[in-house]
């Protein structure tokens, strides 16, 4: 049995420095409003409703509006000044955006390489549930990390997509991060931003400091733990066709090898032609993001995608439910509520000589393709399935890396950002948007917390009041 985290974390840390702290004393001290730099709540919220419903041109017409001039009052009379203002708030990470540019193999009309311009933006039964109850993690705490450390498990999501179906081809390949440490009911919510960027290699490596909620600073290793993509982003990132399985050879085992991928994408890169190659249906992609990370095996990070390989999949076929006599639905809840109806009148009912019977037909399939009776059984989202037992015993239970909530953050990072452009230049423009956005989700937070502050101290007041003999309890 794994040691519990509180035995693991014993080391002593240093507190967190004051200057670090924001503190309710220390606003007060400036003589500033909580909802500052703006007047009053009124106007805080007035700013709110502008941020979050018009777009820039709205705003500006908005606010040299003669009305809203003699109604209002305000201290901005344009976009621009507005923006200066939204700028001075508290914000997260500062977003930018870095050029890369790739040569491919193609000549273009002047006979040159063509090149293209990239934006980055404890029991008999164990319960796998969030990823800390995952074998993964244990074996990280107890057998890679110093005494001390904390795992941090970076999961990382992407999937490409159109900004908007009339936007002239307008693509976007958005690459969200996230934290194993993050409970699944909040990183599942976009609206929670819990969603990260950050630094890997390095800090995998030599550790980092970060202070945590409990105003204690503790050494912590970022390690890239799982990969969320559809079918095709997990064969790209496995460097493999998309008729193949991103994990194994489709034998369930072995599992590739992330060393030998990198030796024979290193021969093939530097004119090689190494067997193989084609021998496992390999790409030519030679700029592997995760080659060196510390701690990592890239195959054993690919996550199952319950949502297009079991909901939308093998649920959505029309042809079974055809012959089930079921429904065939247009969305993917409706498929996850009946796959959990199905799985409630199922678990525990099947006769155990079915799931004897399912095993030897499994083991003895290849006999079928030697007579020459079928070519294959390469059905890829049957046989996905196959390592979702071993995936959750790894990383924690699917759900925590559904492909839903990259969906719904396009949404919010991508989509609702594109719209707020004037569509030239608009990765800049999308990543200034994003901050203001989160600059005005801090402080709404930040005023949340000071209401309740205040609130908590009314009712201290009240009862001390009660208790002396001030007041009237009647």
């Known amino acids: 049995m794994p040691p519990s985290p509180r035995t693991i974390c014993s080391d002593p840390c240093p507190p967190a420095p004051e200057s670090l702290v924001i503190s309710s004393e220390a606003l007060q001290k400036s003589g500033l409003p909580p909802w500052a730099p703006f007047e009053d709540t009124d106007k805080w919220e007035l700013v709110n409703w502008l ?3 018009v777009n820039k041109t709205g705003t500006d017409e908005f606010l040299k509006l003669g009305m809203t001039m003699k109604c209002f009052q305000l201290a901005y009379k344009s976009a621009y000044s507005f923006f200066k203002k939204i700028n001075t708030l508290l914000a997260g990470s500062l977003w930018h955006t870095e050029t890369f540019s790739f040569t491919g193999n193609l000549l273009d009309e002047n006979g040159e390489l063509t090149q293209n311009h990239f934006e980055l933006c404890t029991g008999n039964t164990c319960v796998y549930d969030e990823m800390w109850t995952a074998d993964w993690w244990w074996e990280m705490q107890v057998y890679e990390i110093p005494s001390g450390g904390i795992v941090c498990p970076v999961i990382l999501a992407s999937n490409k ?3 908007l179906g009339f936007s002239g081809g307008h693509q976007a390949y958005p690459l969200y991060l996230t934290l194993g440490n993050i409970s699944k009911c909040v990183c599942c919510k976009s609206s929670d931003h819990a969603k990260i960027l950050g630094p890997l290699m390095s800090a995998g490596s030599n550790r980092m400091k970060l202070i945590c909620v409990d105003g204690v ?3 912590i290793f ?3 733990a799982a990969y969320v993509g559809d079918h095709p982003e997990q064969c790209l990132v496995a460097c493999c066709k998309e008729n193949r399985c991103p ?5 369930l085992f072995p599992l590739w090898s992330q ?3 990198e030796q024979v994408l290193h021969l093939k890169a530097n004119g090689h032609h190494p067997p193989e190659f084609l021998e496992w249906g390999l790409r030519k992609v030679f700029l592997l993001f995760w080659a060196g990370m510390p701690h990592t095996d890239i195959f054993m990070c690919i996550s199952p995608d319950i949502l297009h390989q079991l909901f939308l999949g093998l649920m959505g076929a029309k042809s079974l439910l055809v012959y089930l006599g079921l429904k065939h639905f247009k969305h993917g809840w409706e498929y996850c509520n009946m796959s959990w109806s199905l799985l409630g009148i199922i678990s525990g009912s099947m006769d155990p000589q079915v799931v004897l019977a399912l095993e030897v037909f499994h083991s003895h399939k290849h006999v079928l393709i030697d007579l020459g009776v079928h070519e294959h059984f390469n059905i890829l989202k049957v046989h996905s399935m196959q390592h979702y037992v071993a995936g959750i015993k790894r990383l924690g239970s699917a759900d925590s890396f559904n492909m839903e909530s990259s969906k719904h953050l396009h949404i919010d990072y991508a989509k609702c950002a594109f719209k707020a452009s004037n569509h030239c230049n608009y990765i800049m423009q999308m990543a200034w948007w994003i901050q203001c956005q989160e600059a005005m989700f801090i402080n709404k ?5 000071m209401s309740s502050r205040r609130l908590i101290y009314l009712v201290d007041s009240l009862c001390q009041m009660s ?6 309890t009647n």
Do not use: V
């Open 51 to 53: 941020i979050n419903r």
């Open 161 to 163: 997509m159109l900004l």
């Open 217 to 219: 600073i503790r050494w």
């Open 222 to 224: 970022p390690i890239l």
């Open 247 to 251: 994990i194994c050879d489709g034998f």
């Open 259 to 261: 060393l030998h991928t």
């Open 445 to 449: 937070q930040f005023l949340a917390w």
């Open 467 to 472: 208790m002396t003999g001030s007041i009237s």
